[in-house]
């Protein structure tokens, strides 16, 4: 389970989280993405229309249903969705005075976790380090953090990587860094090229080798319903993005053979 996190906003937090989940799909991974973002930018990019949502991630988090019924089918083979509901943009207020809040989405996940029915769930954040992106870092076994290649964006890293030890510490001890995904990169601006060499000199390996370039096949696809993957199939996004997926699926596995 892995939580798709930063508090910056604009960083291709929820786009890498669509299609990221979509490439893994289309290499046969049995994938569920969790909209955890009031905003639902995931659920539409993934064809789902707000008058559809019949019920969510504010379900999940209240109790009020089980994950099984909240999932719904999208358009990609592989690849299920709990949307965001409307009813989530009061959930930081409702959790607030909750028992275990911080524990929630855990608890409320822990059925389909212990099911094995997913290889890979992906938990989409939103642009905060509240109640509800607490809950995604506390149910996730690690976290991706999407890193815009411009000026103030390793200012912001350094807080989540902060925030991501103190969650280790003190209430989800399994909690890892997955790594650091390069997005908007353009290979015609040197700002892009500093960044990336500051990201990598450093967190190291933790920095995906795979970069996302700036594409405007990425930008156009979540106004379609799609992921880049359906939208354009020969698009340069659509290439870095399934390259992601490889890249994560063989992390992933060399980490499960290495486990005791």
Request: include cysteine; proline fraction near 5%; hydrophobic fraction near 40%.
């Amino acid at each position: 389970m892995v939580a798709v996190a930063n508090q910056k906003g604009g960083v291709g937090k929820t786009t890498t989280s669509v299609n990221l989940a979509a490439a893994l799909a289309a290499a046969g991974q049995s994938v569920l993405l969790v909209d955890l973002d009031p905003q639902g930018n995931a659920s539409t990019g993934l064809g789902l229309e707000r008058a559809a949502r019949r019920g969510g991630t504010y379900a999940l988090l209240a109790h009020a249903d089980t994950p099984e019924h909240l999932i719904q089918s999208t358009d990609i083979d592989n690849l299920a969705l709990i949307p965001a509901d409307p009813d989530l943009a009061g959930a930081e207020i409702e959790l607030a005075a909750a028992a275990r809040r911080e524990y929630q989405l855990r608890e409320a996940l822990a059925p389909l976790r212990e099911s094995g029915h997913y290889r890979v769930i992906i938990i989409d954040c939103p642009p905060s380090l509240g109640l509800l992106t607490l809950n995604g870092l506390v149910a996730a076994e690690s976290v991706l953090v999407p890193l815009q290649c411009e000026f103030f964006a390793l200012e912001g890293i350094s807080q989540l990587t902060r925030t991501i030890d103190r969650v280790s510490r003190s209430l989800n001890p399994g909690l890892r860094l997955d790594g650091i995904v390069l997005t908007m990169y353009d290979r015609r601006n040197n700002l892009s090229d500093l960044v990336a060499a500051d990201a990598r000199g450093f967190f190291g390996e933790k920095v995906y080798e795979t970069v996302i370039p700036r594409n405007i096949r990425i930008s156009e696809a979540p106004s379609h319903g799609k992921p880049v993957l359906t939208y354009d199939p020969r698009s340069a996004g659509t290439v870095a993005y399934l390259r992601l997926a490889e890249e994560f699926a063989a992390r992933h596995q060399n980490r499960d053979t290495s486990s005791p």
